[in-house]
């Protein structure tokens, strides 16, 4: 009898979770990406664990599959990032190595990069993206955005994110750094409308807002299944007309 190849069913497991800053770094409803992974995992059987770490409280590096910073007004951003270098830097690069998934969003997506400037204030970010942020002259990034993701391993073929951008940083990508997908519509990350977000392994940034995984829940998946070492398959389908019908608004309202 030969062996058999099926997935390991996740249910009866747990995803855990950890909102960095879920107080200062949520603008744009970033905590509806939070709920879909909730919802997703509970419609499947899926455990779920949610915890917060603000400023001033450390991070543990092997507690959580996957890590969550959000949006934030450069104002918290500021005091975010001194915390993030003093308490929970090394942590993350600990988490990033052992390949837990580390989702940045806008202003959470810089703070993973080396710096954000703003005139001749220089903000560190913790560098597990090589790229730079800068507040350039000139207006903010904003509308509704579409990118074709790659990077992505296992993610269905001819996936589209769609989202909404809004950012004064323009954000520079070194050349050895993969973006997280090309724009189809959209500024991108430095407004050139060329390229959006970045990826290294399961270290993922992108100015994708709206929020991100409600628009997207075929993402949301992808961020469960690799946060939880499963292929993408593995997870079992929902049924899911409403999201399938938001997914397209959103391609519709970024005009893809
Ligand atoms: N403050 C950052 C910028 O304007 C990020 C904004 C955001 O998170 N929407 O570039």
């Keep these: 009898m030969s062996e058999s190849t099926a997935p390991a069913a996740p249910s009866g497991r747990t995803l855990r979770v950890c909102a960095l800053y879920p107080d200062l770094m949520n603008i744009y409803a970033d905590r509806g990406n939070l709920i879909v992974l909730e919802r997703r995992c509970a419609w499947r059987g899926i455990g779920f664990e949610l915890s917060a770490s603000s400023l001033g409280e450390r991070l543990d590096s092997e507690g959580y599959d996957l890590f969550y910073i959000g949006g934030g007004q450069d104002r918290d951003q500021r005091l975010c990032a001194e915390d993030l270098l003093a308490s929970k830097a090394e ?126 829940v075929w993402f949301a998946d992808w961020l469960i299944a690799r946060a939880l070492g499963l292929d993408a398959q593995a997870l079992p389908p929902l049924e899911d007309e409403i999201e399938r019908q938001t997914h397209a608004a959103a391609l519709r309202a970024a005009g893809v």
């Design 91 to 216: 942590a993350l690069r600990t988490a990033a190595a052992r390949d837990a998934v580390i989702l940045g969003v806008c202003g959470g997506y810089q703070l993973l990069g080396r710096s954000y400037t703003l005139g001749s204030e220089r903000i560190e970010g913790v560098g597990l993206l090589d790229l730079e942020t800068i507040r350039e002259d000139g207006p903010r990034l904003i509308g509704n955005v579409a990118i074709e993701p790659a990077g992505l391993p296992g993610a269905p073929a001819g996936a589209v994110l769609a989202g909404f951008e809004n950012h004064g940083g323009r954000t520079h990508l070194d050349s050895g750094q993969a973006p997280l997908g090309r724009v189809l519509r959209g500024l991108g990350n430095d407004g050139r409308g060329r390229f959006e977000g970045a990826v290294a392994g399961a270290t993922i940034g992108t100015y994708l807002h709206g929020p991100l995984l409600p628009k997207n």
